[in-house]
Nanobody, 128 residues
């Protein structure tokens, strides 16, 4: 059974940076398509960034140039580096893994049941 544990929660001022981590256990992270999602209060969960097995990345327009998704196969860990944070980035962030590319759901709302593996979520709060 694949298990994802995400961390890196924090409260920062606008313009600050945070790095989220997602440690994967139960299988090699390189066997999956990976992504980060977020859900703000009162809104649906949406894809923020996706990382395909060939290294291709995709980002929702609102974070392009500010966020970077990456993985470390030796540490079996997925990362999301977030720079120039804005109050609109405030949300619960979730890492996810799937057998198919998550790029198709970047920028669109997605029911939790459509993706097989999720982290438990980590809160990011950005103040103005």
């Amino acid at each position: 059974q694949l298990t994802l544990v995400d961390s890196g929660c924090g409260s920062v001022q606008a313009g600050g940076s945070l790095r989220l981590s997602c440690v994967v256990s139960g299988d090699s992270v390189s066997n999956y398509y990976l992504g980060w999602f977020r859900q703000a209060p009162g809104k649906e969960r949406e894809g923020v960034a996706a990382l395909d097995k060939d290294g291709t990345t995709k980002y929702v327009d609102s974070v392009k140039g500010r966020f970077a998704i990456s993985q470390d196969n030796d540490k079996n860990t997925l990362y999301l580096q977030m720079n120039s944070l804005e109050p609109e980035d405030t949300a619960m962030y979730y890492c996810a893994a799937d057998w198919d590319s998550l790029a198709v759901v970047v920028g669109v709302p997605i029911p939790q049941g459509n993706v097989p593996y999720w982290g438990q979520g980590t809160q990011v709060t950005v103040s103005s």
